[in-house]
């Protein structure tokens, strides 16, 4: 045009893709991100038996949930009971083996101590709170047979799972986008007026 040169519109498109791509090139690892999405390429068969199995699993568990919710939560409570209180006996009996003036002979009476005060404390705990125990038996019962009966609600997660991924990629792209077209750098202070209230006398 006359004597400026105005570039045109494919000269500036293929200015800001080339000044994208070095900026982007240089600042991230490209080969090491091509290499786990491959890997994950390479490895779907694998991933889907996996959440092949973690389904059908999950079923069985909800299943015997149903089934066996009381003597499971039972049971798991009287191991962890037993748990706390064989490890204070252990701990209170191995002191005999070392001389009763070393610390680890105090350390082991005192760690079963310890140990016996969590386990009568986690007991009184537990026979307070019988009933609510009974009650979390039956929620958890009716939980499970709903789950077990109506399977699609396990979709629900998925779905989720899915648009969260695609929110976070197209996040990431724009983030990388803005990142990648310019240098970061302290911006300058805007100038500011003085101002002057002149009272009259």
Same mark, same amino acid.
């Given at each position: 045009?006359?004597?400026?040169?105005?570039?045109?519109?494919?000269?500036?498109?293929?200015?800001?893709?080339? &000044?994208?791509?070095?900026?982007?090139?240089?600042?991230?690892?490209?080969? &090491?991100?091509?290499?786990?999405?491959?890997?994950?390429?390479?490895?779907?068969?694998? &991933?889907?038996?996996?959440?092949?199995?973690?389904?059908?699993? *999950?079923?069985?568990?909800?299943?015997?949930?149903?089934?066996?919710? @009381?003597?499971? =939560?039972?049971?798991?409570?009287?191991?962890?009971?037993?748990?706390?209180?064989?490890?204070?006996?252990?701990?209170?009996?191995?002191?005999?083996?070392?001389?009763?003036?070393?610390?680890?002979?105090?350390?082991?009476?005192? @760690?079963?101590?310890?140990?016996?005060?969590?386990? @009568?404390?986690?007991?009184?705990?537990?026979?307070?709170?019988?009933?609510?125990?009974?009650?979390?038996?039956? =929620?958890?019962?009716?939980? *499970?047979?709903? =789950?077990?009966?109506?399977?699609?609600?396990?979709?629900?997660?998925?779905?989720?799972?899915?648009?969260?991924?695609?929110?976070?990629?197209?996040?990431?792209?724009?983030?990388?986008? =803005?990142?990648?077209?310019?240098?970061?750098?302290?911006?300058?202070?805007?100038? &500011?007026?003085?101002?002057?209230?002149?009272?009259? *006398?």
């Amino acid at each position: 045009m006359g004597k400026y040169c105005i570039p045109t519109v494919q000269a500036l498109e293929d200015s800001i893709v080339a &000044q994208f791509q070095q900026n982007f090139y240089n600042k991230y690892d490209i080969d &090491q991100y091509t290499e786990y999405i491959t890997d994950l390429i390479k490895a779907w068969k694998v &991933q889907a038996i996996a959440v092949g199995v973690a389904f059908g699993a *999950s079923m069985l568990y909800l299943l015997v949930l149903r089934c066996f919710a @009381g003597p499971l =939560i039972w049971i798991s409570i009287l191991t962890i009971l037993g748990a706390f209180g064989a490890g204070g006996y252990w701990a209170y009996f191995s002191r005999n083996n070392y001389d009763p003036s070393s610390n680890n002979y105090k350390y082991l009476m005192y @760690g079963g101590y310890t140990l016996w005060g969590i386990d @009568g404390l986690l007991l009184i705990i537990v026979m307070c709170c019988c009933g609510r125990i009974r009650l979390a038996v039956a =929620i958890m019962k009716v939980t *499970s047979s709903f =789950i077990y009966r109506t399977p699609q609600i396990l979709i629900l997660p998925i779905f989720f799972l899915i648009l969260c991924a695609g929110w976070v990629l197209g996040w990431t792209f724009l983030a990388v986008y =803005i990142m990648s077209v310019g240098q970061i750098g302290p911006r300058a202070a805007p100038f &500011q007026f003085a101002t002057t209230v002149i009272w009259d *006398s």
